[in-house]
């Protein structure tokens, strides 16, 4: 299994609208294309203060699971240009995780 790891930034007052952006545009997105191998998406946030931190952990069976999503060069960021509007700074390229031991319980 690959776990992909993703990150944005924004400032409090553009906190809520990426956060209406994400779950009511991007994740709904990437669900209906109903990628081979695709599992399942989490989004995750963080209070930094002057800004907040999302992160986007998507779930693969494998690699050429990761390909059929995001194409050949698998690591690049596709950033909608409505969450760009909002976002003070983002990941360019996400990072990818070989999962080793992950326990439902």
């Given amino acids: 299994m690959i776990c992909r790891l993703w990150r944005g930034w924004t400032t409090q007052a553009n906190a809520a609208a990426y956060d209406s952006v994400v779950r009511g545009q991007v994740i709904p997105g990437i669900e209906s294309r109903r990628v081979p191998g695709f599992r399942h998406i989490d989004l995750v946030r963080r209070d930094l203060g002057d800004e907040v931190e999302f992160v986007t952990l998507m779930w693969f069976d494998d ?15 596709h950033v909608p240009e409505a969450a760009r509007a909002v976002l003070a700074r983002f990941d360019e390229r996400a990072a990818h995780y070989e999962v ?4 439902e319980q």
């Fill in 100 to 103: 080793l031991d992950r326990r």
């Fill in 63 to 77: 690699l050429d699971a990761v390909n059929r999503f995001a194409g050949e060069d698998y690591a690049v960021s």
